[in-house]
């Protein structure tokens, strides 16, 4: 399990057994430093020395992403703050962010992660790549940007937003690849088209990721910008960007597993699906030392393959994923959940607690409409009242969810009641 060129890997035997001995070094070490671990495997009767190899992983109890909320934000992790190089940080359900956290060798670990990723997508120390995820508390522009410089690659940390000056500086650079997210990237090639740059751009390959999308987009941005793209995936939980990648034969995110042990469950039953059952992702964490966890229930929905892949490598392979299990919406990268739009909205006495999110996709980048039912006692035909009405939900909203949303105010009883579940989202943009 390298990430250079030559693909050496271990068999799956000899993976077992490194598997094996590495979750019961993690459950020890869960155990004597994570309050919250301890008292969930005594609850369960359980003692480290329980668990004797990979064979014992179900007995180990789950973990989510309200048991990172309700420890907000720190009381997950195993080291001392002294030992925490770095944080990042994504939506939680209700608002408050999921706080994760790297000592120095978690962050070594995840650029070597980052490194096999893009040497599977055929990146090499010769290719110049522009990073334009964004950087800052969001794990892809920090976490591309450090896989690509242990790689030996030339990094351009372009982060997200200046389209024209991406696109110029990729023609003048000489760009061979580019890591965003694939609706940025159609959105991109938009841009390169109508600057007339197409000509002049030596882009080879795009490592994609962070958001779900189709085998249609993916031949789109191979067609429209003659290049080879790959699919990149990642939690903030579980590490970043750089848990799995496909390789040139796209038959599925090879995991590394030696890192990350995937499972496949029936979200049910949290049983084990069978090879090529479609079910959730959880994942356990074996080397992290500042965040490690135990049986994390990722909510998206893919399915596994053990079978040795044509390119040689023997990692198992999680499918091209195939929606999730709770309600995230991703929108321009960003997770958001309906919830934290709720939420938002109870402190606007003007309005009642009836919305509706509408997402889309237009020339290629995500749109997010919310339409919010006024208080009757704040009717009005005053157009200056809803203007300033719009600017203070807009401001609230996308303090919450950090993304600027279109605001439309709508009269009372508008919105659309549901008899069962309620349906707060219209999403159009048909991703899975
Ligand atoms: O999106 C990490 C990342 C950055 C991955 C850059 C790849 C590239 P979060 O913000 O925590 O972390 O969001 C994680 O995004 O549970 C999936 O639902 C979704 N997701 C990430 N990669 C893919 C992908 C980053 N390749 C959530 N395909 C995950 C589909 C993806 N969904």
């Known amino acids: 399990m390298i990430w250079n060129e030559t693909k050496e890997c271990m068999s799956r035997d000899e993976l077992t057994s490194l598997q094996s001995a590495r979750l019961v070094k993690l459950v020890d070490y869960v155990y004597h430093n994570v309050d919250f671990y301890r008292k969930k495997m005594q609850s369960m009767g359980l003692e480290p020395g329980d668990i004797k190899g990979i064979q014992d992983i179900e007995k180990l ?63 090499t120390k010769d290719d110049i790549i522009q990073v334009a995820y964004g950087y800052g508390l969001f794990t892809g522009g920090l976490g591309a940007h450090y896989g690509a410089e242990k790689l030996g690659a030339m990094v351009v940390p372009m982060s997200t937003g200046n389209s024209k000056k991406l696109t110029t500086m990729m023609a003048d650079f000489g760009a061979t690849a580019i890591a965003c997210t694939p609706s940025y990237l159609l959105h991109l090639a938009e841009v390169l088209e109508s600057e007339n740059l197409i000509k002049d751009i030596k882009l080879k390959r795009a490592i994609c990721g962070a958001e779900p999308w189709t085998e249609k987009m993916h031949k789109e941005i191979e067609e429209r910008l003659n290049i080879k793209a790959f699919d990149i995936y990642g939690l903030s939980e579980i590490m970043g960007p750089g848990v799995a990648c496909d390789c040139e034969f796209h038959k599925g995110l090879h995991v590394c597993e030696d890192h990350f042990y995937p499972e496949i469950l029936d979200s049910a039953t949290m049983k084990a699906q069978k090879p090529g059952e479609t079910g959730e992702l959880v994942f356990t964490t074996f080397t992290k030392e500042a965040l490690p966890l135990i049986r994390y229930r990722t909510k998206d929905l893919t399915s596994i393959d053990y079978e040795k892949c044509d390119c040689g490598r023997t990692s198992a392979r999680i499918s091209r994923f195939k929606g999730r299990v709770d309600d995230m919406l991703i929108i321009r990268g960003v997770n958001v ?21 509408i997402v889309d996709r237009v020339n290629n980048l995500d749109t997010l409409e919310i339409q919010v039912e006024v208080n009757p006692q704040y009717l009005t ?49 048909k991703l899975y």
């Not at 934290?340 to 999110?357: F, G, N, R, T």
């Open 61 to 123: 109890p789950f973990t989510t992403k309200d048991d990172l909320r309700d420890n907000y934000p720190f009381g997950l992790f195993a080291v001392p703050h002294s030992q925490i190089v770095r944080v990042h940080a994504s939506s939680g359900t209700t608002g408050k962010a999921t706080v994760v956290g790297y000592t120095r060798k978690d962050i070594d670990i995840w650029a070597e992660c980052v490194a096999r990723c893009l040497a599977m997508a055929g990146v």
């Open 381 to 429: 035909d005053e157009i200056r009242g809803i203007e300033t009405l719009t600017k203070k939900i807009t401001h609230v909203l996308s303090q919450a969810l950090g993304l600027n949303p279109k605001v439309k105010i709508v009269e009372p009883h508008t919105l659309v009641r549901s008899e069962g579940k309620a349906v707060h989202v219209i999403d159009k943009r």
């Open 337 to 357: 959940f309906p919830s934290q739009v709720e939420a938002a909205l109870i402190d606007v006495e003007e309005v009642s607690p009836h919305y509706m999110i």
